[in-house]
């Protein structure tokens, strides 16, 4: 998958009200960046941190630019940009990159379903079969506690918990559910629940894989030039 835009390269100077991040560029001057993400962004970012933004070009826009990547001070890429994970997934389910979800005729993005008034990410189909795979982006890396040890959520989620009782009911009725992390670290290499940060979420993610929920992670080749899903990650702690 190709960025809408050759990326630029800029120094962080902070991040704040949630959208919104101030960088130096290179040759001294300074800009606002959209910041697409409304995570805590936890261990990914630090004032001084090099960070990698596009450009929509798009005048009418008051943040035209748009923050993408963030590179640690040890060369690791982080995609900071949540919205690129289901872009991410969706190329590679249409070029068949991740083998546990191939075979499907159709791939739907965004299709309305269970009780809770949610949105699957994708619904893949053949015949009478149905697939719902929900996608979350990985992205917090705690090297403290294992090497590579990367955890999902970054923060409390109750909608990420919501999303876990949706999939479990659709398996009961029937169905296949995924639950799919992309992983967009490149310092990440395997993925477990974060419990010492939203506990329930562990529980209910333990609770979706008793019940039949598949649980798959894939990382993905960062570059600046592209994204690409690369290859499977163990999921660990379930």
Excluded at 160 to 189: D, P, W, Y
Aim: hydrophobic content about 35%; aromatic content about 8%; charged content about 25%.
């Amino acid at each position: 998958m190709q960025w809408v835009s050759e990326l630029q390269p800029a120094t962080l100077i902070r991040r704040y009200k949630r959208f919104m991040a101030d960088v130096q560029l290179e040759d001294g001057s300074e800009i606002t960046l959209h910041c697409p993400n409304t995570g805590s962004m936890r261990n990914c970012m630090a004032p001084g941190w090099r960070v990698w933004y596009s450009d929509s070009g798009n005048p009418k826009r008051k943040y035209p630019c748009t923050w993408e990547l963030s590179e640690t001070p040890d060369g690791q890429l982080i995609c900071v940009n949540t919205a690129q994970a289901n872009k991410l997934i969706y190329d590679a389910l249409q070029h068949d990159l991740i083998p546990e979800l191939t075979g499907y005729d159709a791939i739907r993005p965004e299709v309305r379903y269970g009780e809770e008034n949610s949105r699957i990410d994708f619904l893949l189909t053949k015949d009478q079969q149905q697939c719902y795979v929900e996608v979350k982006s990985v992205t917090l890396l705690e090297q403290e506690r294992a090497p590579g040890a990367g955890f999902f959520p970054d923060a409390v989620s109750q909608r990420g918990s919501k999303h876990l009782r949706e999939l479990t009911e659709m398996v009961r009725q029937g169905h296949r559910a995924v639950l799919l992390f992309c992983v967009n670290h490149t310092g990440i290499h395997s993925v477990s629940p974060a419990e010492h940060i939203d506990p329930e979420y562990a529980v209910a993610l333990r609770g979706a894989a008793e019940q039949g929920v598949e649980v798959l992670a894939y990382c993905s080749r960062l570059q600046t030039d592209e994204l690409i899903i690369e290859s499977a990650l163990p999921v660990q702690g379930l």
